[in-house]
């Protein structure tokens, strides 16, 4: 159990999840529909929202760590690394934002008029915002969390 608490890929999933859902409850009230929801299936989407988050953040890790041939490049990470996880990161938030906004079906959503949209993609603000706030932070809980464990 202690080296499953201490592996890197545990602790980014972790603290993608615990840092992602308030970010995603917060910024709800940015998406068309969600003042008439009911509140539960609000909760669901923010949830279902925040879960795709960690997710594109361990496929980030991975590509970083595939990169730097180690899983450990998190406990001294190089300014590259850490550039590298957040730009994969809001480039896959881009593209799953222009898909999402421009389709009709289950995974499609529209911003209010109180999203703030960037003038060339139309790719709202807060989602961008999120990707480069809360990757940080997850990257420096991560290294706090592991920063004493053995290397995995």
């Known amino acids: 159990m202690t080296k499953?608490?201490?592996?890197?890929?545990?602790?980014?999933?972790?603290?993608?999840?615990l840092l992602s859902l308030p970010w995603e409850l917060g910024?709800?009230?940015?998406?068309a529909g969600s003042a008439q929801m009911p509140h539960l299936h609000g909760i669901q989407i923010c949830m279902a929202a925040t879960?795709?988050?960690?997710?594109?953040?361990?496929?980030?890790f991975e590509i970083v760590a595939t990169a730097a041939r180690s899983q450990g490049w998190?406990?001294?990470?190089?300014?590259?690394?850490?550039?590298?996880?957040?730009?994969?990161g809001l480039a896959m938030t881009i593209a799953i934002e222009i898909i999402a906004t421009r389709s009709?079906?289950?995974f499609s959503w529209r911003y209010t008029q109180a999203m703030p949209v960037t003038p060339l993609l139309g790719?709202?603000?807060?989602?961008l915002l999120m990707w480069l706030v809360v990757p940080l932070l997850v990257l420096w809980f991560?290294?706090?969390q592991i920063s004493c464990a053995p290397p995995a």
């Open 104 to 106: 009709a079906g289950t």
């Open 142 to 144: 991560v290294r706090r």
């Open 74 to 88: 998190i406990r001294a990470p190089k300014t590259a690394q850490v550039a590298g996880f957040v730009l994969i």
């Open 51 to 60: 879960v795709g988050d960690a997710v594109i953040m361990l496929i980030a």
């Open 27 to 31: 910024q709800m009230w940015l998406y």
């Open 123 to 127: 790719v709202g603000l807060a989602p």
């Open 4 to 17: 499953l608490v201490n592996h890197p890929v545990f602790n980014i999933a972790l603290f993608a999840l």
